[in-house]
């Protein structure tokens, strides 16, 4: 079985350019996850979805953030415009709905680095 | 709001040496608690979790932890490290009924011949 991939696995763009993140669940899991982690701070959640809809997007910094997961499969993460503290490695997550809460499986992330 | 506090940003260890990571939470309600490991060029992996029970809680790779209610505590322990056990591990904490993580800053094990 697949597990969680992300693409791509670093980005390097400039102030104001845009980027796209994705991330592929494993099979079957409705639930997916975004969390962020800039450098030397802690892992901090972005959003939740449940399938298609957002269950919990209070994470998200701020408007130039745009989270799809269109037909409940992939999702992607844009920024636009990136500024310099968007930095940091953006992990994406899955869970099977009904298993232990918490039981997150994660991807590898993508390293995003603005300049 | 929940928080998780890793005291230690580092912890070096000799090969065969017991080792204890220490994590401390606040939360004004009850939670489950949870360790991840994150190997090299890798995603994070759960290590081991506490919903309820046994305060005592094995994982995997021979890792276990302690749930300490009165000192808000989850350290977790092995005792005797493996070189491939180098890797950074995260504490964190969910609220009963929500599955959305709050993770400590991390904790980087270094194992040394």
């Known amino acids: 079985e697949a597990g969680v991939t992300q693409f791509p696995s670093h980005s390097v763009i400039e102030k104001g350019q845009t980027v796209t993140l994705r991330c592929d669940p494993i099979?079957?899991?409705?639930?997916l996850y975004w969390y962020r982690r800039v450098m030397g701070k802690e892992i901090k959640f972005l959003l939740h979805f449940v399938k298609e809809s957002k269950q919990d997007e209070s994470g998200m910094p701020n408007n130039r953030f745009l989270a799809e997961r269109t037909g409940g499969t992939y999702s992607t993460l844009k920024v636009q415009p990136a500024e310099l503290e968007d930095s940091g490695v953006y992990f994406c997550?899955?869970?099977?709905?009904?298993?232990?809460?918490?039981?997150?499986?994660f991807g590898e992330g993508s390293r995003l680095t603005v300049l | 709001a929940q928080s998780v506090t890793q005291l230690d940003s580092q912890v070096p260890v000799f090969e065969e040496a017991p080792v204890e990571l220490r994590c401390n939470y606040s939360?004004?309600?009850?939670?489950?608690l949870f360790w991840y490991v994150q190997y090299p060029n890798q995603g994070l992996q759960l290590l081991l979790k506490?919903?309820?029970?046994?305060?005592l809680v094995k994982g995997i790779n021979g890792f276990e932890a302690e749930f300490n209610k009165s000192q808000t505590s989850f350290h977790l322990r092995k005792p005797s490290v493996h070189i491939s056990d180098t890797a950074e591990y995260f504490c964190a904490v969910s609220l009963l009924g929500y599955s959305t993580l709050t993770f400590g800053k991390g904790t980087m094990l270094l194992v040394s011949p």
């Open positions: 939360s004004s309600v009850s939670v489950y």
């Open positions: 506490y919903l309820s029970g046994s305060t």
């Open positions: 997550a899955s869970r099977k709905t009904g298993v232990s809460p918490g039981e997150l499986f």
């Open positions: 099979s079957g899991h409705d639930n």
